[in-house]
């Protein structure tokens, strides 16, 4: 696993370069304690939102303190403080957590860091396929019959696989394409789901293949396609940041199959790292608002004879057609204006599509709602 220093260590270099950017009002909790006692599950954009107004600020405060090993790693028990420092606002470790006396080093290992944000979301999702090409799984080999006579496979059981010829590797992900992701405004695809069926380790190569299923997401099924399974390391070292360009565009879909979206659920959105969409890009979801009927529109229009004719779309008024009333003036609805409904942050992004966690929610979300620059 990696070390998740980088994300405090990139903090320190832009707090140390750009200093304070923002006013200290705009900046600063104003509910924010004196002082912190860091806790077991935590994570650091929970520290820092007890100590900002927006948490991805962490690097405009934060305070190296040269006398501390590692400075830019946090552990449960650590005791932080915010203090003044020539007018601004700085946040340090006032406090160490328990230490090993001998030989006088801290006994934390660097796995027990605070993470970035709540790691176990979003473990399954980073080493993953999640994101395929039109015919991008077409040439890989395929389920083509099970072992033992089952019509769908499972955990602990064994299927036959065309043409795996070497040992080169020997755990695979095993994957079926799933629906096209679009473009919420323009409707283009731009991309299509890999859906993650089962995890399985190679047991016999050839034409056939023999493939033992170690684990399963859902029903194995005839035809999914068998790929050997990425080797990268898990990424949990991200640092928070807002856009650098203007970002307009929407949630597409959710991975976890409900209606509603709240704190922690992984979304798609259809903006990716042609747009500016990387790593750690923080994003405001914006709820669309609703187009909800005027009555008072509607009881005005009513009033209005059917035996005139009338212009003025602004007072209710159409020019009377053989359907008499059947164009609807557009005064009879009214689309609200969008709502802010929470907070995401990017933690893979693809060319065109990317996947976020939703870190902090006002009001329940939706699929098509908006994301904007916070």
Not at 21 to 33: F, Y
């Amino acid at each position: 696993m990696k070390r998740i220093s980088r994300f405090f260590l990139t903090a320190i270099l832009v707090a140390g370069i750009s200093g304070i950017s923002l006013a200290t009002d705009d900046l600063i909790n104003p509910k924010h304690p004196d002082r912190y006692v860091v806790q077991k599950g935590d994570t650091l954009w929970d520290i820092s939102a007890r100590f900002l107004r927006k948490p991805w600020l962490w690097p405009e405060i934060w305070q190296v303190n040269p006398q501390i090993r590692n400075p830019h790693l946090i552990y449960p028990g650590d005791e932080l403080e915010l203090v003044y420092i020539d007018g601004k606002p700085r946040l340090r470790i006032a406090k160490k957590g328990p230490l090993k006396l001998s030989p006088g080093i801290r006994s934390h290992a660097l796995g027990s860091a605070i993470p970035a944000v709540p790691i176990d979301a979003i473990a399954p999702f980073l080493t993953r396929p999640l994101v395929v090409e039109k015919n991008g799984l077409e040439h890989k080999p395929y389920l083509v019959a099970f072992a033992d006579e089952h019509i769908v496979a499972g955990a602990g059981q064994r299927i036959y696989v065309r043409d795996i010829p070497t040992w080169e590797h020997k755990k695979f992900d095993i994957l079926r394409a799933g629906p096209a992701y679009k473009d919420g405004d323009t409707g283009e695809v731009l991309g299509y789901q890999a859906l993650l069926t089962g995890i399985g380790t190679l047991q016999r190569t050839g034409d056939p293949a023999t493939v033992y299923i170690d684990a399963t997401k859902t029903e194995i099924l005839l035809g999914d396609r068998v790929v050997p399974t990425e080797q990268e390391a898990l990424t949990t070292d991200f640092y928070p940041h807002a856009p650098k360009q203007e970002v307009k565009g929407n949630i597409i879909a959710m991975l976890n199959g409900f209606s509603q979206i709240g704190q922690y659920d992984i979304v798609v959105l259809d903006r990716g790292l042609a747009d500016g969409v990387d790593t750690g890009t923080v994003l405001q979801v914006n709820s669309r608002g609703e187009t909800v009927p005027d009555h008072v529109a509607r009881e005005a229009r009513n009033l209005i004879p059917d035996v005139a004719e009338y212009i003025d779309d602004r007072l209710l008024t159409h020019t009377i057609s053989d359907q008499k009333w059947a164009k609807k003036s557009r005064w009879e609805t009214v689309t609200l204006p969008d709502e802010a409904a929470g907070l995401l942050m990017v933690f893979r992004s693809f060319e065109r599509v990317s996947f976020g966690i939703i870190m902090h929610a006002q009001r329940a979300m939706h699929v098509r709602d908006r994301i904007v620059n916070p």
